[in-house]
Every structure is written in C-alpha cells, then in structure tokens.
C-alpha cells in the first residue's frame, strides 16, 4: 500500500513564526488531506487538496502531486495551533486514507 | 449538533471481554470508518463501509468485528480484548470516499 510520511516529527514555534511542514507519499494518489488533532484529540479536516495551492486564514497548503510531495505552512503562529499535523493520502484502487505519523507542534507564548 | 457521535468516551475492559463501540452519524454520508490511534503514530484503519451494506478489511483488522446496521451507524465490536488493543479509537464519516472526512471524538480503550 501507499506509504505517508511527515517531517518534522516535532516542532516548537515561539508564537508569531512561520514554519512548513512536509508530507511524502510513496505513490500517485487522488486525494491529499491535511488534518489538525488539537491538545483534546479532536480531528479536524483543514484541507483537501489533491494538487495545487489552498489557503485558508493562516494556514495555506500546497500539494505537488507529479513530485508526490505536499506541504502546509502556518504562518504567524497562535498558541491555539498547538496540537499534532496529519496528512492522508488516498488512492482510489485501495478506498481508503492512509495517515502519515503527524507533525506534533507545540507553539509558545 | 450535526456530527459522528461515539458511545463510549472511556473503557477499561479485563482481557478477554467483549465489548461494542457505538458510532452514528447524522449528515447521511455514505462511506464510514473506524481507526484505531497508538501514541505517537498516525491513524491505522480497521474496517470501513464504503456504503450501507457493504464492510471491508482495512489495514489492522485483525481481533475485531463490524457491523454497518443502517446508513446512520457502523459498530465496532472487540470479542475477546487483549492488551494490545489499547488504544484511541476514532469513527469516521464522509459522502464518498476521498474527501470531506468528519471525524467522532475518540473512545479511549484500556485492556488490562
């Protein structure tokens, strides 16, 4: 199956940074989504974009899909962006979403 | 509040009982999952129901049943639980299966 792999595992921001976050996936897919699990574990759906470029307040995502690679960059960072990153791949041939390992962020005051 | 609800939020099971965790959704989404969560990994799918009637093997089936009772609800059930089934488990939702994921808020499971 298709493999997701993020970097970094861990990232500390002092409030106010920016930083990018990476995913690679192993194999072309239909679908890229990118996740946020805050400090209570909900999940939340932030973006889904199997090609280009989404923006959405802060946060903005980019997937090359013919490079196999997306990103997520946050920018002016909140202590409220604190939590853990996921990204998901989904290959139709398979049906389902394949996680990565999660990006944990930890932003500071 | 429109959503995936779990029942229970919290379970401590002896091993070797059983149990059954409950997920419903009410946005009549086709597709639902079930994940399970271990410290520091990513979400592994367990079983999924791509539509009502219909259950398929995801990755780490081994140990646990499914049944997708209508459109609105798919169950989880552990026969005989082992300590190696602790863990965070998160239903899922969604109209078709590549996008628009809503996710429950977890059942933390311990097997001791």
């Known amino acids: 199956g298709i493999q997701v792999e993020q970097s970094p595992p861990d990232l500390i921001l002092q409030e106010g940074a920016n930083s990018t976050l990476r995913c690679n996936f192993s194999d072309s897919v239909n679908n890229l989504q990118w996740f946020h699990q805050n400090p209570w574990g909900q999940l939340i759906n932030l973006f889904y974009i199997p090609s280009g470029t989404k923006q959405n307040g802060r946060l903005s995502a980019t997937t090359v899909a013919t490079e196999r690679y997306s990103l997520l960059y946050i920018s002016s960072s909140q202590t409220t962006d604190s939590g853990v990153y996921f990204c998901a791949a989904f290959k139709a041939a398979g049906n389902k979403l394949t996680f990565g390992g999660g990006t944990r962020v930890l932003v500071k005051p | 509040n429109a959503g995936v609800t779990q029942t229970p939020k919290f379970q401590v099971l002896k091993t070797g009982q059983s149990m059954t965790l409950q997920c419903a959704q009410d946005?009549?989404?086709?597709?639902m999952y079930w994940y399970r969560q271990d410290p520091g990994m990513g979400l592994r799918l367990i079983y999924y129901?791509?539509?009502?009637?219909?259950?398929d093997k995801g990755e780490v089936p081994n140990g646990y049943n499914v049944s997708r009772l209508n459109k609105r609800e798919f169950s989880l059930r552990l026969e005989s639980a082992a300590p190696s089934q602790t863990s965070v488990y998160f239903c899922?939702?969604?109209?078709?299966?590549?996008?628009?994921?809503?996710f429950g808020s977890g059942t933390r499971l311990t097997v001791v």
């Open positions: 129901s791509a539509s009502e009637g219909t259950t």
């Open positions: 946005m009549n989404h086709n597709s």
């Open positions: 899922a939702s969604s109209p078709r299966g590549n996008y628009g994921y809503t």
